[in-house]
């Protein structure tokens, strides 16, 4: 199919302002540019392998066409509608990317089993009903072009319904964009399929808001999902502008709107039997991060992640966020002195500074005296010294991967480093299991302490004794807390560990355990722990039951500073 004539820079630039036209807006988009990619294919390996046909590239904010694609699959004549197409999307749909991150999360929710995103086809419905206005028929070419690249047996179940729905939005005959071949198979396997595209249709645009047909969109497509839940290439697909990392925090918690259309699609019967039954904040937020990234690259979603994690658990450190006191500092003289000044006959004799007089004038001090004032100091400017914190997290077995699940000893840390950093300290973390602990220089920065402990070494427990040895013969102002359970007591039961345990607490300005205390009661943890007990600068917190975790804050709260 490919001519051999390239694309004319005249006829391309006509095509873009008629594509602009067609929305009737000015954007601040670039004129297109042609596809580059490092490694080109030709031909059907384009079509085959899911090359794009266009999208566009938000850093240069320019569309990028696959010059190529078109020519392959004969559809030369349909550059406006694609450029239409794709500009569609920039000022469109969607609307925004909050908005695309909010439905990416609630497409996790509703099509469970799903790997690749149904999102773009739902918003190329919206685009295409625009530009198919006036430009139906260039569209049609593009998905013949396409599917006609494809051996019959690679086009799914999905994709013929697909292409059914835009027979029945542009008036066409069945099989006009379908293939025949699939006809009576598609009847077969989905009786009824081509009426549910005619309903589909129907009802799809008269939709109150796009929340609702999303849902609905998510009900009626789910019948005709492959069992592997991949849809596979599709034209026009894989061209939408990506949420960023706040898009996608903002998404994890549900939207009052999200849980309307909800309750709408069920009391419709738009939703299969029990999808969308919880509310779109009811699903943990890390399982939600998890649906997000499973797909990604391994090289994208790894950092990807932890920074969506991150954000999560920064969020509860807000809701928990306890407040450090600072250490005193020693008092100030209450009067501070002023400079000297000559002594005249009259003042009172009890402002002669005589050391200074003697060191100024020698001899004739007692003739001419020099004399001080003395004024009270600003209070404003005492101030308060925040001692370092220094933070040793068990992150054993018996807790989760806080990346996987929600670690509430993780995030007591993070709530006791960012309070103190807050108030102009600095933190120094250690985090252990069983080996070598993970040990942080002093930080000061809060963004860098809470990512540092997010990190998790699961197995056995050994608490590092060999480092806060070695911290605490440094003798600083430090306030050291420990955040373990049950294993802790075996830990410093073992020989040499309750000298070093102490040493530790006389070396600072408080010690503090915090212990998940589920596998052994507050007597056990007092036996094992009453020599430290005797210290007047230990305290001991056990948290029953870390699901609630507002308790275990003020706890904390209380047994480090009071309230």
Known sequence: MRTAAPFDARNIAQAWEQALRLWGVNVSLSAPSAWSPDSPRSGKGMVEAGDPIAYIDMNARQVV?????????????????????EVGHHIAFPHTLGLAAQLEVL???????????????????????????????????????HQQAFPPDKLSPLFNFYLACYEELWGLAAGSLTPASHEDAMEQQFAGWRGEARMFVQTFYSLPNVYLQFVYFCGVFIRYLPASGKVGAMPLSGDLPQPDLDDYAGALYGSPAVDEALQEAKKRGMLPEGAGEAPSNGADPLSKIDRLTR???????????????????????????????????????????????????????????WNQSVLARGALAAVSPLRREYEAEDPRERGQVVPGIEIYLDTSGSMPNPQAGLNVMTLAAQILAAAALRKGGKVRAIIYSYGNPLVSDWMQSEDVALDFLLNYAGGGTLFPFDVLKRFAARREEVIRVVISDSDFLS???????????????????????????????????????????????????????LRGFGKAAADLSDALFGR
């Open 65 to 85: 066409v696959n010059f190529p694609m078109l020519d392959h699959i004969g559809a030369r004549q349909s550059l406006t509608a694609v450029l239409a197409h």
């Open 107 to 145: 497409e996790g929710q509703l099509l469970p089993r799903l790997q690749d995103s149904l999102l773009n086809l739902f918003f190329d419905l919206q685009v295409n009903e625009v530009v198919g206005r006036t430009l139906a028929p260039e569209l049609c070419t593009v998905y013949r072009g």
């Open 295 to 353: 797909n990604m690259p391994g090289t994208t979603a790894a950092p990807f992640r932890r920074a969506l994690v991150g954000r999560h658990y920064k969020r509860l450190v807000e809701q928990y966020l306890i407040k450090v006191p600072g250490i005193k500092a020693p008092p100030p003289e209450p009067m501070l002195p002023t400079t000297t000044e000559e002594w005249e006959f009259g003042d009172n004799p009890k402002l002669i500074d």
């Open 491 to 545: 830990n410093v039961a073992m020989k040499d560990a309750m000298p070093i345990f102490e040493r530790g607490i006389e070396h600072s300005t408080l010690t503090v355990g915090l212990f998940a205390g589920w596998y052994g009661g507050e007597k056990q943890f007092r036996e094992a722990l009453k020599t430290p007990l005797s210290h007047a600068n230990f305290r001991m917190v056990l948290v029953g039951d």
